[in-house]
């Protein structure tokens, strides 16, 4: 048994060769704690290791199951994220929405920051290790919430980021202000076939109820006002052919300074406002 082989053990399931390759480096260096370098030179596996990525691979191919769910963990923004069932695995164009956060916070000083539906607490727990913040992350899934909290641990980050079971702003206090709200809701119209890249995320992470995935952004830029400093910023990602809507939405509930910023695909990916 060798890495060759798999990788066959994937690309025989279906999966693009370069997806599979990068997906069996990946175990490779986790499990077997390899640097790139020991990959390049191929150096011999420890067989039980071996055996473990071989492991790994085939329930990979066998369930379908992403990468992240079978190793526990995803890769973001730097840091390691356990990862389960329960929370939506972060992704690569998420990044961008943190980068975009994390200029303005710097730009404005930017103290306290709503992160809406914070899932594994990617989101939070990048803004806090980055910035000298205070990041409140909500979520209305206890079970994400264990999820984000035992990130924030692992990561130390125990009094930056901290979190609470709210729907959207149903727990916050009329007292609590924040400088920024940031968002990655749930904006797939319920009903959508499921693509496969979403197929084994969590439901309530990915749906909304309404046709055009747009019920999220309405509900938190009509609170807004409520829970913003004045002047405070709004930000959130958004899916597909949604910027401009969430634009008008942001408009009529006092939003200015409306900008959009593109994913590396070209996509409208984020968008970003502050409060008149
Ligand atoms: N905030 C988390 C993320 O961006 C979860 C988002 C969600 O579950 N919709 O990955």
């Known amino acids: 048994?060798?890495?060759?082989?798999?990788?066959?053990?994937?690309?025989?399931?279906?999966?693009?060769?370069?997806?599979a390759e990068a997906?069996?480096?990946?175990?490779?260096?986790?499990?077997?704690?390899?640097?790139?370098?020991?990959?390049?030179l191929e150096r011999p596996l420890d067989t039980?290791?071996?055996?473990?990525?071989?492991?790994?691979?085939?329930?990979?191919?066998?369930?379908?199951r992403p990468i992240q769910q079978i190793l526990g963990f995803a890769n973001f923004y730097g840091k390691r994220y356990r990862v389960t069932e329960d929370v939506l695995?972060?992704?690569?164009?998420?990044?961008l929405l943190v980068e975009k956060a994390l200029r303005i916070i710097f730009a404005n000083q930017s103290k306290t920051i709503l992160d809406i539906g914070t899932g594994s607490g990617c989101?939070?727990?990048?803004?806090?290790?980055?910035?000298?913040?205070y990041v409140l992350g909500v979520d209305i899934s206890s079970d994400a919430l264990r999820i984000a909290l035992e990130n924030a641990s692992t990561l130390n980050l125990n009094n930056?980021?901290?979190?609470?079971?709210?729907?959207?702003?149903?727990?916050?206090n009329p007292n609590e202000k924040f400088d920024m709200i940031i968002s990655n809701p749930p904006y797939i119209p319920e009903g959508t076939p499921l693509q496969k890249e979403v197929e084994f995320d969590p439901k309530l992470a990915l749906f909304t109820k309404d046709a055009e995935g747009?019920?999220?952004?309405?509900?938190?830029?009509?609170?807004?006002a409520d829970v913003l400093n004045p002047g405070g910023y709004i930000l959130f990602e958004c899916g597909q052919g949604q910027a401009q809507k969430i634009k008008k939405i942001l408009a009529v509930n006092n939003f200015i300074d409306i900008e959009i910023d593109k994913d590396l695909a070209g996509i409208e990916r984020v968008i970003s406002a502050r409060i008149l």
């Open 48 to 64: 039980s290791k071996l055996d473990t990525v071989n492991e790994y691979a085939k329930r990979r191919a066998q369930t379908g």
């Open 23 to 40: 997906e069996v480096k990946l175990m490779v260096r986790e499990i077997c704690n390899w640097s790139p370098i020991d990959i390049i």
């Open 89 to 95: 695995i972060p992704r690569d164009e998420t990044e």
């Open 1 to 19: 048994m060798n890495i060759q082989e798999i990788i066959k053990i994937l690309t025989d399931a279906g999966i693009e060769p370069n997806e």
């Open 160 to 172: 930056k980021a901290v979190f609470r079971k709210s729907d959207i702003y149903s727990k916050i």
């Open 123 to 133: 989101i939070a727990c990048s803004i806090a290790a980055n910035s000298e913040t």
């Open 214 to 224: 747009l019920e999220f952004y309405t509900k938190i830029a009509e609170g807004a």
